[in-house]
């Protein structure tokens, strides 16, 4: 496949859609910004409910990838989920699928493993702790179902038409890690610049699964399959570590909040406010 150039950004108004909105077109990208919601200075963009099936065609037609952010992307009612995670999902993909377009990055969620215990001891973890990409799917919430969902419609898409996808487990993408959590599953904005366009131009993908983080000290999952895309990420949440864990404290492996990938969203997630 010719690196992409023209890219559609689903979810454009979103958090991380606004870091890319920044970061991305250094790359040398032409976005095509699609959101429900209207985006601020970009008259251009798209607004589309991913349920509406004609526009997501167009919104498609003629770009060499996506990357799909838009969604729920915390916790709600099953129905909600399923109209917007799911089957928006499915109705990006059919249009995709329709109009040709052959690669799709797919904003995946630590939240679909989100019930697997975290390595446990005095970090950095030895690599044989570290959570693999092929660790049984445990979902902590139907925000984490949906996103198991979006992981084997991606691998559907590439066995029956050849769509190729890289699913993108994110940790915590955000401007600074606001949490001691966070310490070992942050990105940071350009790392997830340097991921996605490494999803975006790497040879022969098929699907793949990768973890979305910065080389944290603290990081709790491999990052193998994201460096065999020719990721490299530059960034490490360790400078944020005194400060957190001095307001904070350790985490403690007795509470629950504490023990799962997932962190709090096993137990309190944070709800869709929508
Ligand atoms: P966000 O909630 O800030 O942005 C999501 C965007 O999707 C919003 O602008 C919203 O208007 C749009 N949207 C929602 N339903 C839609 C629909 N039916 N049709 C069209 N647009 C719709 O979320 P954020 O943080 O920017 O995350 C982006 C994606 O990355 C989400 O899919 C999220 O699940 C995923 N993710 C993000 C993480 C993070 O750390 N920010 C961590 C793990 C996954
Ligand atoms: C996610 O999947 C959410 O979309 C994001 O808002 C964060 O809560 C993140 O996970 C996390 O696990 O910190």
Known sequence: MPAPRTVLLTGAAGGLGT?????????????????????EGEPDAIIADLADTG??????????????????????????????????????????????????????????????PRP?????????????????RRPDTFYGLSKSFGED??????????METVSVRIGSCFREPTSVRMLSVW????????????ALTAEDVKHTVVYGSSANTRLWWDLTTARALGYEPRDDSE??????????GELDPENVAHAYLGGHFVSEPPIWPY
């Open 19 to 39: 870091l890319m909105r920044e970061l991305l077109p250094e790359y040398g990208y032409e976005l095509r910004l699609l959101d429900v919601r209207p985006i």
């Open 55 to 116: 526009a997501l065609r167009e919104a498609v037609r003629g770009v060499d990838a996506i990357i799909h952010l838009a969604g729920i992307s915390l916790e709600a009612p099953f129905e909600k989920i399923l109209k917007a995670n799911i089957e928006g999902t499915y109705n990006l993909y059919e249009a995709a699928r329709e109009e040709g377009v052959e690669r799709i990055v797919f904003a995946s969620s630590n939240h679909a493993v989100g019930f697997t």
């Open 120 to 136: 446990q001891g005095d970090a950095p973890f030895d690599a044989d702790a570290l959570i693999p990409v092929d660790t049984p």
């Open 153 to 162: 419609l991606a691998q559907l898409y590439w066995d029956l038409h050849g």
């Open 187 to 198: 990105m940071s904005p350009e790392d997830g610049a340097r991921l996605f366009h490494a």
């Open 239 to 248: 400078p944020y570590a005194e400060k957190l864990i001095a307001e904070q």
